[in-house]
């Protein structure tokens, strides 16, 4: 157990929809990434916060959206879904200490099916 | 921008057979390097890592050097069990700061008994 939760884990939907995804991180960590597993793409980074502010973008669609709380949780919200956002969604955690560059640490994933 | 490449898998080996998975890497910098381990259903798990040039992550059996000269950072064992079988991703992340993880495509190993 990494100490990462990721909620749900498993969510199917219909093409159009907009669904959530919902990530809490490891005690203290306050770096929060976000990454996308599908089978043509492979693992691809998506977003990164920092202790509630956005530091880094990756291939993150228009549609797709996150935000980190203040309780360090964060969501990533999916909008007007297609069929090729069908995928496994996983977060992961690191603490981010200055000058160190942290292990991270991933939670199960949410598998999106969209219908 | 910075790139993984992993040999292409399938791999199939019989139990307590050895086992090599290459990596080499892209990067501007010096890029910390990582093994990560996916077991059927599950999430991406931390095998080992290495933070500058030659020094050598272990776990579990497992081992890789990272290699300036070569940019490389194989995956190796000495026996593998069926326990083993998983999909194993090589990862790099920048070496200055917390920065997001770049994967390989990832290579699934299937050990048999």
């Known amino acids: 157990d990494s100490g990462v939760t990721q909620t749900p884990k498993h969510l199917i939907t219909a093409t159009g929809q907009r669904v959530t995804l919902r990530c809490s991180p490891r005690?203290?960590?306050?770096?929060v990434y976000w990454y996308q597993q599908s089978l043509d793409q492979g693992l691809q980074f998506l977003i990164q916060?920092?202790?509630?502010?956005?530091?880094a973008k990756g291939n993150i669609l228009e549609r797709f959206s996150a935000q980190q709380f203040p309780d360090l949780h964060s969501e990533l919200n999916l909008s007007s879904l297609e069929l090729g956002d069908s995928a496994l969604y996983f977060c992961?955690?690191?603490?981010?200490?200055?000058?160190?560059?942290?292990?991270?640490?991933f939670g199960p994933g949410t598998r999106l099916t969209v219908l | 921008g910075d790139s993984v490449t992993q040999m292409e898998g399938p791999v199939t080996l019989s139990e307590e057979a050895f086992l090599t998975i290459n990596c080499t890497y892209t990067?501007?910098?010096?890029?910390?390097l990582f093994w990560y381990v996916q077991y059927p259903g599950e999430g991406l798990q931390l095998l080992l890592k290495?933070?500058?040039?030659?020094d050598k992550g272990s776990n579990k059996g497992f081992e890789a050097t990272y290699r300036k000269e070569t940019t490389s950072f194989h995956l190796e064992k000495g026996s593998v069990q069926v326990s083993d079988s998983a999909v194993y991703f090589c990862?790099?992340?920048?070496?200055?700061?917390?920065?997001?993880?770049?994967f390989g495509k990832g290579t699934r190993l299937s050990v048999i008994a």
């Open positions: 992961a955690s690191s603490a981010a200490q200055r000058g160190y560059t942290d292990t991270q640490y």
């Open positions: 005690s203290g960590d306050l770096s």
């Open positions: 916060y920092y202790n509630g502010e956005e530091r």
């Open positions: 990067a501007t910098g010096y890029p910390s």
């Open positions: 290495a933070t500058k040039a030659d």
């Open positions: 990862a790099l992340s920048d070496r200055v700061g917390n920065t997001p993880l770049v």
